[in-house]
């Protein structure tokens, strides 16, 4: 601002002249001179009057000091507001009445001091002042509008955002609400989807237009194969007819709950459902369809179709059994001590048995039909329906001449039921059973008296054999080999075949009878027991059997240690074993000895690559003095096999053979696993 009016003193271009002051100047100039005022004075006061005007801001502030100035410079000059022709009064007019009314200002008094120029230059002053007060007006004006506008934005600014806040608040609602309704949405789909009850929707026509996914695993059909299909599709004609009826009264405004019904699963089995049921309706009332649910009893069906066979069956054979059966009930006095019972049940052959019929026995109690029944008796019931501990007799019948076997249990605390079974011929056959065993016990004493003494006979007949058949036996050895030594020359080459084969029947009845020895000591006679390295052993036997060099024999790096007799174990390896290297007949013969771990037992095998044994021979070749080849051909007594069956038998073992005529033979035989 280029200066500040205080009261009436003008700044400009840096004098300060008072208004006063300035008029008696003018003035005294003016009556000194007496001369007009020149427009230069004119235009100077005006310039700086303007100045100072244009400085200030308050139209009245202007409009008052532009009179003052008026006034004071040029005396005799006066101006008016007129305001519809009539004067306006006071030098302060009201902004709006300067705003509105200026151009009625009215310039009077002695122009005539005034030049033309002048009185133009006032003219245009007057013109500035009234441009000056009109902006002045306008931009107070516009300020004030400005103020007003600002005020009304602020006001509407302040309700939008009050308004933007009720919206965000009213979005965060909304979206607080879609997430909840989300939400309430997974929930309901997860519980629909994960329910295993059926969960479903029809429409008017008995569609299906919505299925859970329960209906997969009951009905065996995907959702998509049953989707707007309707439910009769699924039914057999029969119950889509039925179901028919109650769907449509559901349609009239019905409801259904713990409706059963029958569907087809897709392999055409039956599934027995419950159904629950409503009607749809929309909005506009219209019922547009039902919804529900329902779950599958057909495993309690099923249940309970069995569980009615099941009855049947039993009551059936409860029925037609051969055993009297009753169920009982049992009554206690207050101290619950048991004082009588109540027949409940009874089968035809307990009602017989009895000679009453059910309607005269069944609920009455056993002191009102049989008053003497014993205490003991009563005790004995309610003891096991009080304590569930069984009670079992057998007892005689004497009026019947039978024998019954009595079974009384608990089925449930509080009952017992009787069981009488009649087993008079198993009395009789036990009976007769006891009797044939004291015969046979008798008998088998006797026989084993005989057998022992026939034992003893063979015992010295076998010794007799040995002393009696041997001695001979010797002499023609003796005989014979003096006749082939001194008189060897007598004899002719048939001659001396003869002498040798005389010799070898003199040596194999020889072995014939020390086998025969050897086969009746077993089991008679026991050697010494001892632990017994079978390693050891079988390398014995074979130094002893020394095997021609064509024949490769293989024994298992690690056989057992057995406890038994010795001369035993070693005869059984050296039959075996010596059979085999006598029999082979292939060039490049083999022989396996193997063993194995039986758990409580080992077994051995002797396997050969010799001629092998017909399977009709398996067995007899066990059998004493039985032989599969001439013993002119093979020396063999028919003994050894025998001995080695009997052996292994006397130990618990057993022995087979295992062979293929023309493919070897194997001998399996077991011994205890002394170990274990």
């Given at each position: 601002?280029?200066?500040?009016?205080?009261?009436?003193?003008?700044?400009?271009?840096?004098?300060?002249?008072?208004?006063?002051?300035?008029?008696?100047?003018?003035?005294?100039?003016?009556?000194?001179?007496?001369?007009?005022?020149?427009?230069?004075?004119?235009?100077?006061?005006i310039f700086l009057l303007m100045l100072n005007l244009?400085?200030?801001?308050?139209?009245?502030?202007?409009?008052?000091?532009?009179?003052?100035?008026?006034?004071?410079?040029?005396?005799?000059?006066?101006?008016?507001?007129?305001?519809?022709?009539?004067?306006?009064?006071?030098?302060?007019?009201?902004?709006?009445?300067?705003?509105?009314h200026f151009g009625d200002l009215v310039i009077e008094g002695?122009?005539?001091?005034?030049?033309?120029?002048?009185?133009?230059?006032?003219?245009?002053?007057?013109?500035?002042?009234?441009?000056?007060?009109?902006?002045?007006?306008?931009?107070?004006?516009?300020?004030?509008?400005?103020?007003?506008?600002?005020?009304?934005?602020?006001?509407?600014?302040?309700?939008?955002?009050?308004?933007?806040?009720?919206?965000?608040?009213?979005?965060?609602?909304?979206?607080?609400?879609?997430?909840?309704?989300?939400?309430?949405?997974?929930?309901?789909?997860?519980?629909?989807?994960?329910?295993?009850?059926?969960?479903?929707?029809?429409?008017?026509?008995?569609?299906?237009?919505?299925?859970?996914?329960?209906?997969?695993?009951?009905?065996?059909?995907?959702?998509?194969?049953?989707?707007?299909?309707?439910?009769?599709?699924?039914?057999?004609?029969?119950?889509?007819?039925?179901?028919?009826?109650?769907?449509?009264?559901?349609?009239?405004?019905?409801?259904?709950?713990?409706?059963?019904?029958?569907?087809?699963?897709?392999?055409?089995?039956?599934?027995?459902?419950?159904?629950?049921?409503?009607?749809?309706?929309?909005?506009?009332?219209?019922?547009?369809?039902?919804?529900?649910?329902?779950?599958?009893?057909?495993?309690?069906?099923?249940?309970?179709?069995?569980?009615?066979?099941?009855?049947?069956?039993?009551?059936?054979?409860?029925?037609?059994?051969?055993?009297?059966?009753?169920?009982?009930?049992?009554?206690?006095?207050?101290?619950?001590?048991?004082?009588?019972?109540?027949?409940?049940?009874?089968?035809?052959?307990?009602?017989?048995?009895?000679?009453?019929?059910?309607?005269?026995?069944?609920?009455?109690?056993?002191?009102?039909?049989?008053?003497?029944?014993?205490?003991?008796?009563?005790?004995?019931?309610?003891?096991?329906?009080?304590?569930?501990?069984?009670?079992?007799?057998?007892?005689?019948?004497?009026?019947?001449?039978?024998?019954?076997?009595?079974?009384?249990?608990?089925?449930?605390?509080?009952?017992?039921?009787?069981?009488?079974?009649?087993?008079?011929?198993?009395?009789?056959?036990?009976?007769?059973?006891?009797?044939?065993?004291?015969?046979?016990?008798?008998?088998?004493?006797?026989?084993?008296?005989?057998?022992?003494?026939?034992?003893?006979?063979?015992?010295?007949?076998?010794?007799?054999?040995?002393?009696?058949?041997?001695?001979?036996?010797?002499?023609?050895?003796?005989?014979?080999?003096?006749?082939?030594?001194?008189?060897?020359?007598?004899?002719?080459?048939?001659?001396?075949?003869?002498?040798?084969?005389?010799?070898?029947?003199?040596?194999?009845?020889?072995?014939?009878?020390?086998?025969?020895?050897?086969?009746?000591?077993?089991?008679?006679?026991?050697?010494?027991?001892?632990?017994?390295?079978?390693?050891?052993?079988?390398?014995?036997?074979?130094?002893?059997?020394?095997?021609?060099?064509?024949?490769?024999?293989?024994?298992?790096?690690?056989?057992?240690?057995?406890?038994?007799?010795?001369?035993?174990?070693?005869?059984?390896?050296?039959?075996?074993?010596?059979?085999?290297?006598?029999?082979?007949?292939?060039?490049?013969?083999?022989?396996?000895?193997?063993?194995?771990?039986?758990?409580?037992?080992?077994?051995?095998?002797?396997?050969?690559?010799?001629?092998?044994?017909?399977?009709?021979?398996?067995?007899?070749?066990?059998?004493?003095?039985?032989?599969?080849?001439?013993?002119?051909?093979?020396?063999?007594?028919?003994?050894?096999?025998?001995?080695?069956?009997?052996?292994?038998?006397?130990?618990?073992?057993?022995?087979?053979?295992?062979?293929?005529?023309?493919?070897?033979?194997?001998?399996?035989?077991?011994?205890?696993?002394?170990?274990?």
């Open positions: 601002m280029v200066g500040a009016v205080c009261a009436s003193i003008f700044i400009a271009k840096g004098l300060i002249l008072r208004p006063a002051l300035v008029s008696q100047k003018n003035r005294g100039r003016r009556e000194k001179a007496g001369i007009q005022m020149s427009a230069d004075h004119v235009e100077h006061d244009a400085q200030l801001k308050e139209p009245e502030r202007i409009y008052a000091m532009f009179l003052e100035a008026l006034h004071s410079f040029w005396d005799g000059i006066t101006l008016r507001l007129l305001k519809d022709g009539e004067p306006v009064v006071g030098e302060r007019l009201a902004i709006s009445t300067v705003h509105y002695e122009l005539t001091l005034l030049t033309p120029d002048a009185r133009a230059l006032i003219r245009n002053a007057v013109g500035m002042l009234a441009i000056i007060l009109e902006n002045r007006t306008q931009a107070r004006l516009l300020a004030e509008e400005n103020t007003y506008l600002e005020t009304l934005v602020q006001e509407r600014t302040a309700d939008l955002v009050q308004a933007n806040r009720a919206l965000a608040l009213e979005i965060e609602e909304h979206k607080r609400a879609e997430e909840a309704l989300r939400k309430s949405q997974a929930v309901y789909h997860d519980l629909v989807e994960t329910s295993q009850d059926l969960i479903w929707q029809c429409d008017t026509e008995g569609r299906y237009i919505f299925l859970n996914q329960a209906w997969e695993s009951v009905f065996g059909y995907r959702i998509e194969e049953m989707l707007g299909r309707k439910f009769s599709d699924f039914q057999t004609p029969e119950a889509a007819a039925r179901d028919q009826q109650e769907f449509a009264r559901i349609l009239q405004g019905g409801s259904v709950k713990g409706y059963e019904t029958v569907h087809l699963h897709k392999d055409g089995q039956p599934i027995y459902l419950v159904f629950n049921a409503k009607f749809v309706r929309y909005r506009d009332g219209q019922i547009v369809g039902t919804r529900g649910t329902a779950y599958d009893i057909t495993d309690r069906k099923q249940a309970e179709e069995a569980l009615r066979e099941s009855e049947a069956r039993f009551r059936d054979l409860f029925e037609n059994m051969n055993d009297a059966f009753a169920l009982h009930k049992i009554i206690c006095d207050e101290h619950g001590q048991p004082v009588d019972y109540e027949f409940l049940d009874a089968n035809p052959i307990f009602l017989r048995r009895l000679g009453m019929r059910a309607e005269d026995l069944i609920h009455k109690r056993a002191l009102e039909l049989f008053p003497h029944t014993e205490c003991a008796r009563i005790d004995m019931f309610g003891k096991v329906a009080l304590t569930g501990e069984p009670v079992q007799f057998t007892n005689y019948a004497v009026e019947l001449e039978k024998y019954f076997e009595t079974r009384i249990y608990c089925p449930r605390p509080g009952y017992f039921a009787e069981l009488f079974t009649d087993i008079t011929e198993q009395k009789r056959a036990e009976e007769k059973v006891r009797a044939l065993n004291a015969e046979l016990e008798q008998r088998v004493h006797e026989r084993t008296k005989e057998l022992e003494t026939a034992n003893n006979e063979l015992q010295q007949f076998a010794y007799i054999v040995s002393h009696d058949l041997k001695a001979p036996l010797r002499g023609i050895s003796q005989l014979t080999n003096w006749l082939v030594n001194d008189y060897a020359g007598a004899f002719d080459e048939e001659g001396r075949e003869m002498a040798a084969l005389l010799l070898g029947r003199v040596k194999r009845m020889g072995n014939l009878i020390d086998g025969i020895l050897q086969y009746s000591r077993i089991g008679r006679v026991v050697g010494q027991v001892e632990q017994i390295d079978l390693n050891q052993l079988v390398s014995d036997v074979l130094d002893w059997l020394s095997p021609p060099s064509n024949i490769q024999i293989e024994v298992s790096p690690e056989l057992p240690s057995i406890v038994g007799d010795k001369t035993r174990i070693q005869q059984i390896f050296a039959n075996l074993l010596g059979n085999a290297i006598k029999f082979i007949d292939n060039p490049h013969g083999k022989i396996l000895v193997h063993c194995e771990d039986a758990g409580e037992a080992w077994r051995f095998s002797i396997s050969d690559n010799g001629p092998g044994i017909d399977a009709k021979y398996h067995d007899k070749i066990f059998q004493i003095f039985q032989t599969l080849h001439s013993r002119d051909d093979v020396e063999s007594t028919g003994v050894g096999l025998a001995i080695v069956k009997k052996i292994v038998e006397f130990y618990g073992g057993k022995i087979w053979v295992d062979s293929t005529l023309g493919k070897g033979s194997t001998f399996v035989f077991t011994l205890p696993n002394t170990s274990q």
